[in-house]
């Protein structure tokens, strides 16, 4: 018999044990768990405790080992080169042990850490599942930022090894990843002892004899790895991601938890056979990448597509449906800012209906709040459901949805549907106490977390409590806030931190502040996230000069401008930026941040009863009116 979502749900919270051990099941232990969830030291809690496993043996070899060795794993199209590849499990997994060897041949060994920074290619996924294979921990680095962020990066994690490609193509631009690598590792306080570039015909990289060896050079005399069991607890990968401080946090994950929760989601979540194909169009540096483009899919048998290129513009605004049609998508994930961006060159769908899309079943969105414009453009064009879902890159995996393998419940516009069984959410209030239905307040999520989400945070356990543990003892605090409506409904409206959301990436003011103010004429900085119709967010700088500087403003600007594309990345998107001669605060000198946003975006505000001095707004609008925003 069928069960419904409020069975799954409540056993989920009253029997976790029991919940996830049925999933746990469904995957291979070398050895199996002593408990399911040890609690014995909270917040650190450790799902399948005692269990041995390997999570690239439950992607890759397990489907070979039971007979589906031939059936299609990964699929690579890249509309930016013309390459169009396919690997079977056997195959992929074939290529994956012989990477594993040659990284082991290096001395890779279980626990070391190994940076990953590449483009959209199958050889970053090969080395992702190479280093689970031997129980390396891999860190991906985004692709889209600059080499002060890798250093960073860099100087945290202590990599053995840096994996990475001579280039990366973005629509026409070639971008020199190896020069942005060899800069980051000049920074860098710590210094890897190897670096492997995958060489691509469109730029080949000089390499520095002592320290570098190509893809090629590395599978030489390379032998086969077999994987290496591992404890369920034992990281598997470390992922930077935006924290308050500016200095990026090393979200950590198990490998256990993560593998259950994972194939656990596949089914229920988004509600997916295996032998079907599953599309995550994401970049594998971010957590979507990570969990639904390489592990979820694989663990679950699925198909999956490695993509090199953009929703618009590689070539047009029909690639999506395209490969939709070409490789029989099932279930497709996106984040809302790449529809917007199909939405704007294509207003009526014309592309959609070139193509057959009768095999597309359900489309996801996620990594910014789908706004029900996007959702019902999609919904009339596609005539699927479009399932808005909430994450973050601390959870992995969704936090609330509408769970289309359990029971697809209604759409509500503008909100992300219901808990995810195994997430105990919450909407509380600054004492901590429960709220009643519509109210907006903190949302957090009680103790333990379901299996798959972060251990800790990589060398900073009293941060990781600071940051999420703490304010609300016995909760996770997720920094977004919200609401949760009379049906159990969860909208999700803002971040409580500086934190925004531009195009789906995540990126944190403080730190693109941190840049404005490492300029010399700079004395102070604010940064805030205005709305934007394609991006969702991008930010805005407002500087504040020392006294007695002389230089041209513009100057300034263009400097503080290419300060955050060289050091935070392109991806920041950070075009904009003003000079004032003050900024608003309130009498004990806090930034006005948030009234400055509602001004950008012509909201209404009430004048913060604390404000220093009222007159500063009018200045902030004049200011903001320059740059095209505050128009009404
Ligand atoms: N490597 C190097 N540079 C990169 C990069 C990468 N992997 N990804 C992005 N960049 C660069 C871009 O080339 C661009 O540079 P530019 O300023 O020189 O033009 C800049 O970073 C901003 O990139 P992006 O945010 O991708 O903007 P865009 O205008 O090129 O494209 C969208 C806009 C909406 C099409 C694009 O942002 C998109 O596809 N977003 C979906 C995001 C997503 O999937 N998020 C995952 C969370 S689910
Ligand atoms: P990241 O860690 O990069 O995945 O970003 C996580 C943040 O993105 C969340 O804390 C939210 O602020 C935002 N976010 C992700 N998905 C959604 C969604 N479906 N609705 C609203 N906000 C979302």
Request: overall charge negative; glycine content about 8%.
């Amino acid at each position: 018999m069928q069960h419904s979502y409020e069975t799954f749900y409540r056993e989920s919270i009253e029997s976790p044990d029991k919940f996830w051990a049925e999933a746990a099941e469904k995957l291979h232990w070398y050895t199996k768990w002593h408990h399911v969830l040890d609690d014995a030291n909270p917040p650190f809690y450790r799902w399948f405790a005692g269990g041995i496993t390997n999570t690239c043996y439950n992607a890759l070899d397990r489907h070979v080992d039971e007979g589906r060795g031939s059936e299609t794993a990964v699929i690579y199209d890249s509309p930016v080169t013309g390459a169009k590849e396919r690997y079977t499990f056997r195959e992929f997994r074939d290529r994956v042990a012989l990477f594993a060897g040659a990284l082991q041949s290096r001395g890779v060994r279980k626990g070391d850490r190994v940076i990953i920074y590449m483009p959209m290619i199958p050889e970053a996924v090969i080395a992702m599942l190479a280093c689970a294979r031997i129980g390396a921990i891999h860190s991906v680095v985004f692709g889209g930022f600059a080499s002060h962020e890798l250093a960073v990066r860099i100087d945290d994690c202590k990599p053995k090894v840096i994996i990475s490609a001579s280039c990366g193509i973005e629509r026409d631009k070639v971008i020199d990843y190896k020069r942005l690598l060899d800069f980051a590792i000049e920074l860098a306080h710590f210094k890897p002892e190897i670096c492997i570039i995958h060489q691509r015909d469109r730029l080949k990289a000089q390499l520095n004899e002592e320290r570098d060896l190509t893809w090629k050079q590395a599978l030489l005399g390379a032998e086969p790895a077999p994987c290496v069991p591992v404890e369920s607890s034992d990281p598997l990968y470390i992922l930077y991601t935006s924290g308050t401080t500016g200095k990026p946090k090393g979200v950590v994950r198990d490998n256990g938890g993560h593998m259950v929760a994972l194939k656990w989601s596949m089914e229920h979540v988004y509600g997916v056979k295996p032998g079907e194909t599953y599309w995550a169009a994401s970049d594998i540096g971010w957590v979507v990448g990570h969990s639904y483009i390489v592990y979820g899919p694989l663990l679950n048998g699925n198909a999956t597509i490695i993509f090199e290129g953009k929703p618009v513009g590689t070539p047009d605004p029909g690639v999506f449906w395209r490969i939709i049609e070409e490789y029989n998508v099932s279930v497709f994930f996106t984040a809302p800012t790449a529809f917007r961006a199909i939405k704007k060159e294509d207003p009526k769908g014309t592309y959609i209906r070139k193509h057959d899309l009768t095999g597309f079943r359900t489309l996801f969105l996620a990594g910014e709040r789908a706004d029900p414009d996007t959702v019902k453009w999609a919904e009339e064009h596609l005539n699927v459901p479009v399932i808005d879902h909430w994450w973050q890159t601390e959870t992995g995996w969704a936090i609330a949805a509408n769970c289309q393998g359990i029971e697809p419940g209604d759409v509500k516009y503008g909100s992300a549907s219901k808990a995810v069984p195994g997430y105990d959410v919450k909407v509380v209030n600054q004492d901590g106490e429960s709220l009643p239905a519509g109210q907006m307040g903190d949302i957090v999520i009680g103790h333990p977390l379901p299996p798959g989400t972060m251990l800790t945070l990589w060398k900073a356990d009293n941060l990781f409590i600071d940051s999420y543990m703490s304010k609300y003892p016995g909760n996770y605090l997720t920094s977004d806030a919200g609401y949760i409506d009379e049906d159990g409904y969860l909208f999700i409206m803002s971040r409580t931190d500086d934190i925004i959301n531009v195009a789906g990436h995540r990126l944190s003011t403080g730190a693109i502040e941190a840049e404005l103010c490492a300029h010399p004429d700079v004395a102070e900085s604010a940064v805030i996230g205005v709305a934007d119709d394609l991006k969702g967010e991008v930010p805005v700088g407002f500087l504040v000069l020392k006294s007695g500087v002389d230089t041209p403003h513009a100057q300034i600007v263009k400097h503080v401008i290419e300060y955050v594309r060289e050091n935070i990345g392109p991806v920041a998107s950070f075009k904009k930026a003003v000079i004032v001669e003050r900024l608003p605060k309130t009498r004990s000198g806090k930034i006005l941040r948030g009234t400055m946003r509602k001004i950008a975006n012509s909201e209404e505000y009430t004048m913060p009863a604390t404000i220093d001095d009222p007159v500063i707004l009018d200045e902030i609008k004049a200011a903001l009116q320059t740059m095209g925003y505050a128009q009404k």
